[in-house]
């Protein structure tokens, strides 16, 4: 199908190392697809003081270079949709300028205004749009993560954006739901009968939901020293993956019935009333060659700043009382992976008749997109049973070009599909759940536990599952 709507893109922060690195490379991605309508346009803006074509100088030496399979026809098409505008988000004037540009084309569908900057301008943009008449309904927001480093924090933004915004307008960025495993899920469970019986506390023995990184903060010290794994992974990340393996099937898939329901599963998750024992902060340490954290580069020597989470979360509903959730994130880890791991109880006849081989689905986002179940099998020759793995290759399964999730969440703001966004109340929610943490260690005198880098990380989060007789995928057989 043709690409219908006509839009103008305005993309703030359009200098910026995330426009270059992913937005900018996503943008050409759709245009050579062909899912770029023909005359939609992406206009830079940010401080810097260039002309057209020294910003296209710039996106040609600095953007280019990220992306895969460049043709030299179509990147030739895609400037000629790129114009720039040199705007300070101070400055009142550039903002009647900006209005000036986007009004020459008042017959566009739709004026999606990127917020690719840092969160402290988001207020006096959002303001200053709404003053140049830039807030009209075919406005759409979008906001680009940290949306707050706490409840107070997210409450804020969210407040100075609705002043001037109507929240059908807004468009919160969590990458994590532009990837196709994930969005996975939901057809997973709710379109097929083979799995929703079973999805619940009677068969489910626990879930473990992991992203795990090998890498280590590289040139990132200074940021991550006073963000952390929490507020980097676990508030948005995590939850949202939490969300999808546990909502209740919405009443129909529009973006507020399946919003609804994520919200819910945020609201029932118990409070961590006993933090040191259910959410284990750590730090890596050096190994194996590796540096640890305290010594990476713009890292204080003294960081208490946790680079390794795992949490003991419950569910408080009646498909999942009782489950334990266990979430984890960490960086420097032994693999990279995000995944979902659904271990079920054992066989009611205690292995009277074959030897427990619990069932087990581990849902994969990456690095491959697969799901895997965990079955026993005849062992060749015996009665015995042996375990086997069913494996269900998602990218084989469903072909078909496969987007970066930035190009995915770019194409659904721009044709108004809110479906992959954050509501305001879905995250205040989350950070309502896990700013006690954040201030309980604050306040600790105990430090981050340490871990070797390049480990499966903090002992003592391996404790916290024995202590229920569970263990990490990578311990299970
Ligand atoms: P960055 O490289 O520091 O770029 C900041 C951009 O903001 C530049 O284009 C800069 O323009 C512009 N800017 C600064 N002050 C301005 C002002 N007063 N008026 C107008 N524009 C101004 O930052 P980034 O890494 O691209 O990150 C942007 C946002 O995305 C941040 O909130 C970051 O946390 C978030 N984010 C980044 C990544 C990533 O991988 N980089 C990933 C996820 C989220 P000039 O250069 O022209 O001054």
């Known amino acids: 199908m043709k690409p219908q709507t006509n839009f103008d893109l305005v993309l703030f922060g359009a200098t910026g190392d995330l426009a270059m690195r992913k937005l900018l490379p996503a943008l050409y991605q759709a245009h050579a697809a062909g899912l770029l309508h023909p005359q939609g346009r992406i206009l830079g803006v940010s401080r810097s003081k260039f002309s057209r074509e020294e910003f296209l100088a710039k996106v040609g030496r600095d953007s280019k270079i990220h992306i895969k399979n460049i043709e030299d026809a179509a990147w030739a098409q895609f400037e000629q949709r790129i114009d720039y ?42 303001e200053k749009l709404a003053a140049a008449g830039l807030n009209a309904p075919k406005v759409r927001i979008v906001l680009e993560k940290p949306l707050g480093t706490d409840l107070a924090s997210c409450r804020k933004i969210n407040e100075d954006v609705a002043a001037y915004f109507q929240e059908n307008q807004i468009y919160r960025i969590d990458h994590y739901l ?28 626990s879930v473990q939901i992991t992203i795990a990184e090998t890498l280590g903060v590289e040139e990132r010290g200074e940021f991550y020293d006073i ?3 929490l507020r980097d992974m676990v508030q948005n990340h995590i939850v949202q993956m939490l969300c999808f393996t546990a909502m209740e099937r919405p009443k129909s898939l529009a973006a507020d019935d399946v919003r609804d329901e994520k919200l819910k599963v945020i609201q029932s998750l118990k409070p961590l009333n006993d933090i040191d024992k259910q959410a284990i902060r750590g730090q890596y340490a050096p190994s194996a060659g590796l540096n640890g954290y305290a010594q990476e580069h713009k890292v204080p020597v003294d960081s208490r700043t946790e680079t390794y989470v795992a949490i003991k979360a419950e569910i408080d509903n009646p498909r999942w009382a009782g489950v334990p959730f266990y979430l984890r994130t960490g960086k420097r880890l032994a693999g990279r992976t995000a995944e979902i791991v659904l271990n079920f109880k054992p066989q009611p006849d205690d292995g009277k008749l074959y030897a ?30 042996v375990p086997a793995e069913m494996v269900l290759d998602l990218a084989q399964a469903a072909a078909g070009r496969r987007a970066e999730a930035y190009e995915l969440l770019l194409r659904e703001v721009i044709d108004g599909r809110l479906n992959l966004f954050n509501r305001r109340d879905e995250l205040e929610a989350a950070w309502a759940w896990l700013t006690p943490v954040l201030e309980h260690w604050a306040a600790s005198p105990v430090p981050p536990h340490l871990y070797p880098a390049g480990s499966h990380g903090v002992e003592a989060a391996r404790a916290m599952l024995a202590e229920n007789g569970d263990l990490w995928l990578e311990e299970q057989d």
């Open 356 to 385: 427990a081989v619990p069932n087990r689905i581990v849902i994969s986002l990456q690095p491959q997109e697969t799901v895997r179940v965990r079955l026993a099998v005849k062992a060749v020759g015996s009665d015995r049973t």
């Open 178 to 205: 532009g990837k196709e495993g994930l969005q996975n899920l939901l057809p997973l469970r709710f379109g097929n009968s083979l799995f929703e019986p079973l999805w619940n506390k009677d068969y489910i023995q």
């Open 227 to 229: 963000t952390g794994a």
């Open 85 to 126: 505008l040199s705007l300070d988000v101070g400055e009142a004037a550039d903002f009647s300028a900006l209005a000036d540009k986007v009004n020459q084309r008042p017959d566009t569908d739709a004026v999606v205004v990127y917020l690719s900057t840092a969160p402290k301008f988001f207020a006096p943009a959002c």
